[in-house]
């Protein structure tokens, strides 16, 4: 039986960079057997947490009725979670990161799960990634049980596609290949 698998991509761009990393990572990871889903955040209606904590007083139910709910649950179902984004000024994109906050209405639930990183970016430099790759570990940190199993940093990468035929792809293939 293979794992629960869920990419969760969050650069605007489809097609670009890191989405297309995701795509091997998915590819990789499916045939290895793997149940993978892959959900480009940007295309769900993801509201910002608003810090009402109307959660707690709900159950863990969130005050905004949008596609949080389903993700959330999905994020509690798996047993892998793979983390994507541009590097965006040293940080995370803002639909990961909305993301990310309104997990927060059953934050505890999502546990025991193991890690993948994938970051791209315009600048030649790994350095550059280490803020984004600690707003994931800043994350991570938060979930007990967490792993972290891989990072995939594709840097020197501006426009979207720029990451096809780079040595990134295939790794990202062999990190999804590799999950078992
Ligand atoms: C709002 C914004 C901020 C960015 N900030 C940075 C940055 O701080 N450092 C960097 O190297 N690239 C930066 N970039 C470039 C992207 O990280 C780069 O184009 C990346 O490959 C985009 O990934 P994607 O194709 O998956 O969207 C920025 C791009 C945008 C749109």
Redesign the pocket.
């Known amino acids: 039986m293979g794992k629960k698998v869920l990419v969760l991509s969050g650069?605007p761009?489809k097609g670009?960079?890191?989405?297309l990393l995701c795509d091997e990572f998915a590819k990789g990871a499916e045939e290895a057997g793997n149940d993978v889903a892959k959900i480009r955040v940007s295309e769900k209606k993801i509201g910002y947490c608003s810090a009402c904590y109307y959660c707690v007083k709900s159950g863990g139910v969130c005050a905004k009725n949008d596609d949080m709910a389903e993700i959330l649950q999905q994020m509690i179902d798996s047993d892998i979670i793979v983390l994507s984004s541009?590097?965006?000024?040293?940080s995370i994109d803002a639909q990961l990161k909305a993301l990310i906050d309104r997990t927060v209405a059953r934050w505890t639930e999502v546990k025991d799960k193991e890690f993948y990183y994938i970051i791209?970016?315009?600048?030649e430099e790994k350095e550059?990634q280490e803020t984004t790759l600690a707003c994931f570990r800043g994350y991570a940190d938060c979930v007990e049980g967490a792993k972290e199993m891989g990072v995939i940093y594709g840097t020197g990468?501006?426009e979207?596609g720029e990451i096809k035929g780079r040595p990134e792809m295939r790794q990202a293939y062999e990190m999804g290949l590799s999950v078992k």
């Open positions: 650069s761009r670009g960079n890191s989405d541009p590097v965006y000024f040293y791209t970016c315009a600048d550059s990468v501006y979207a």
